[in-house]
């Protein structure tokens, strides 16, 4: 009876062992099959890429970072010229792996045209969460300005090197020295009021607005006024008004800033001097102004 018994609970172990172990083979079989039909091999012209990219992972090339940007570059989905912080010794390699022709592109910072601040009228006081994309929701930002700054430190946060702050006027403002033209300032801020201009340019216009000038004295005491004096008074024609709007071309401006001097408003502000090496170059904006 004991035999008899010993015999029908092996026969059971033995059962469910054969049923575990054909389990077993049949989930490794699913494996490998998965294993092979999902296995994503890297592309050794992405890695060559990426490896000559400068890595900031900052996404102003509007990118999920770097990876993603030396995928599209290998795809031909995107332009070399949308990432500004790689070198352009870095440039000609990635140009020599992609088979693209090399072209060099003048440094450029970014700069943020605002002028207002604690001088732009609000509409309300804002009480909230921190951030200017938090601020838009309520009537699209604080300020009457359409196209002020609301001070709200969003670029600031996401700038990759610290470059840029929200100063006491409470307007953000960039410091070139640190700034590595990256873009991310440019695409996060709501406004639209950070944009890229060469590096070496002496002046840049610090507002946006293109409303007459009366409506702009309503709202705004440092703001454009459209009088198209700096136009007038350029000695070499680099300045023409754009819709009420001062618009400097780079390649006539001398850096002789008379229209900084003549701006009624001081909305022209002294980005780079140029000067003899015995004359010292203001440390800021605000100094050179």
């Known amino acids: 009876m004991i035999t008899l018994i010993n015999a029908v609970q092996w026969n059971k172990v033995g059962l469910v062992l054969g049923i575990i172990a054909g389990i077993a083979i049949l989930l490794g079989i699913a494996i490998l099959i998965v294993t092979k039909l999902c296995h994503i091999t890297e592309d050794e012209k992405v890695l060559n890429i990426l490896s000559n990219l400068a890595g900031a992972n900052c996404g102003g090339c509007g990118h999920s970072g770097c990876e993603g940007f030396a ?18 010794e870095a440039k000609k390699i990635i140009c020599q792996i992609n088979g693209t022709p090399f072209e060099a592109e003048e440094k450029t910072v970014a700069v943020v045209r605002c002028n207002g601040g604690n001088r732009a009228l609000d509409k309300y006081s804002y009480v909230g ?41 409470g307007i953000a403002e960039v410091d070139k020295t640190l700034c590595i033209s990256c873009g991310a300032c440019i695409l996060n801020c709501p406004k639209h009021v950070i944009e890229r201009i060469p590096a070496s340019s002496p002046v840049f216009v610090a507002c946006s607005t293109h409303c007459r000038g009366k409506q702009v004295t309503s709202f705004c005491s440092a703001g454009c006024i459209g009088c198209g004096l700096c136009s007038r008074v350029c000695p070499e024609k680099a300045i023409t008004m754009d819709n009420f709007l001062p618009k400097i071309d780079y390649k006539k401006c001398s850096g002789c800033l008379t229209c900084v001097s003549r701006c009624p408003q001081k909305v022209i502000k002294i980005h780079t001097v140029k000067k003899s090496p015995s004359e010292k170059e203001p440390t800021s904006e605000k100094a050179a102004v």
Do not use: F, W
């Open 129 to 169: 969460n921190e951030g200017c994309l938090n601020r838009m929701v309520y009537h699209g930002g604080q300020k009457i300005c359409q196209t002020s700054c609301i001070g709200g430190g969003t670029c600031e946060k996401n700038c990759p090197v610290n470059a840029i702050k929200v100063n006491s006027d």
């Open 71 to 88: 995928k599209a570059l290998a795809e031909g989905k995107a332009k070399l010229s949308d990432c500004k912080v790689t070198s352009d």
